[in-house]
T-cell receptor, first 116, second 112 residues
Framework: AQKVTQAQTEISVVEKEDVTLDCVYE???????LFWYKQPPSGELVFLIR??????QNEISGRYSWNFQKSTSSFNFTITASQVVDSAVYFC?????????????FGTGTRLLVSP | DTEVTQTPKHLVMGMTNKKSLKCEQH?????MYWYKQKAKKPPELMFV???????INESVPSRFSPECPNSSLLNLHLHALQPEDSALYLC???????????FGQGTRLTVV
């Protein structure tokens, strides 16, 4: 069965600090997709990144970067020079390919609090 | 336009009421989803519609009844709910399993 673990329940940092959110997943599928979503207090889940199981290239988008390591089943997310607006709950999620549509399994989320 | 619109944003209903949640997307996505999120928990999948047909029902109680009138609309009909059904109900859509799902802002439901 598929499972996503986000061991960090809550992280507090001061603005401009770098922070890494950890995500470890379990799946028996060879083709799968990993996602990160941000959920601000308003409630909407905001898509950040999608990575398929065959693409282990790391990605950088502005202050955000992602490190996908298949060998350790991890897909970690780093925010560089954090800002107050980054405060939110961040979810890592997994979707397997055998259903024909997305069936997201979410981790328990990491609440990030960035203080000024 | 990458928007999924949900109405209403907030809903308070009694246990004997019947109400409906609505969701709309105009991205041409063929899959639409209902998720339920309790406070401080991750979203949990309830239903999946693929090409306007119900594809997945995650053993959801029959007091929740989904409906997909067309490819852009998704409804969730609520009847005889319990206080423990109070949660944030999120609608999402995606093109297929390879692409990301876009979520609406959700409906915060309180059952009294």
């Amino acid at each position: 069965a598929q499972k996503v673990t986000q061991a960090q329940t809550e992280i507090s940092v001061v603005e401009k600090e770098d922070v890494t959110l950890d995500c470890v997943y379990e799946t028996r599928d060879t083709t799968y997709y990993l996602f990160w979503y941000k959920q601000p207090p308003s409630g909407e889940l905001v898509f950040l990144i999608r990575r398929n199981s065959f693409d282990e290239q790391n990605e950088i988008s502005g202050r955000y970067s992602w490190n996908f390591q298949k060998s350790t089943s991890s897909f970690n997310f780093t925010i560089t020079a954090s800002q107050v607006v980054d405060s939110a709950v961040y979810f890592c999620a997994l979707s397997e390919s055998n259903t024909g549509f997305q069936k997201l399994v979410f981790g328990t989320g990491t609440r990030l609090l960035v203080s000024p | 336009d990458t928007e999924v619109t949900q109405t209403p944003k907030h809903l308070v209903m009694g246990m004997t009421n019947k109400k409906s949640l609505k969701c709309e997307q105009h991205m041409g996505h063929r899959a639409m989803y209902w998720y339920k999120q309790k406070a401080k928990k991750p979203p949990e999948l309830m239903f999946v519609y693929s090409y306007e047909k119900l594809s997945i029902n995650e053993s959801v109680p029959s007091r929740f009844s989904p409906e997909c009138p067309n490819s852009s609309l998704l409804n969730l009909h609520l009847h005889a709910l319990q206080p423990e059904d109070s949660a944030l109900y999120l609608c999402a859509s995606s093109q297929d399993f390879r692409t990301e799902a876009f979520f609406g802002q959700g409906t915060r439901l309180t059952v009294v």
